[in-house]
């Protein structure tokens, strides 16, 4: 399906991907929305490739999109807060299990909150 020319363009960047958020026309010149989300990924020999994914979006549907759109955004900063929580944007970030209670004896791992179970107790 070839696509028309964009009438209107937004561009967000953020990290490795990238959303595309244009307004395009139909062939019986209506408009309807394209969000494209672009991801790059860098191969080990330094040479890098795309991955899209498109979503058209219809006038029909706008306003229900919209409203679950909301409700879903919504959802996540009453719940979470608008504060990232991620190993990706925390450089000091720590999981639990990696701090205090990962030890090494005799070249084993050691895990200090584990439960020994012996199979005589089951």
């Known amino acids: 399906m070839l696509e028309k020319e964009e009438i209107f363009s937004k561009v967000l960047r953020a990290g490795r ?36 994914h498109k979503i058209y979006l219809y006038k029909e549907d ?28 925390q450089k000091d970030f720590k999981k639990e299990y990696a701090t205090d209670k990962l030890s090494i004896e005799d070249g084993v791992p050691q895990i200090s909150n584990f ?7 089951i």
């Open 62 to 89: 706008f306003a229900a999109f919209t409203e679950i759109l909301g409700e879903m955004t919504s959802y996540v900063l009453n719940h979470k807060g608008e504060e990232v929580i991620s190993e990706r944007h």
């Open 17 to 52: 991907r990238t959303y595309f958020f244009d307004v395009r026309a139909t062939k019986a010149d209506d408009y309807y929305i394209t969000i494209t989300e672009s991801k790059k990924f860098t191969e080990e020999d330094g040479s890098f490739h795309f991955k899209k």
């Open 115 to 121: 439960t020994d179970i012996d199979f005589d107790d």
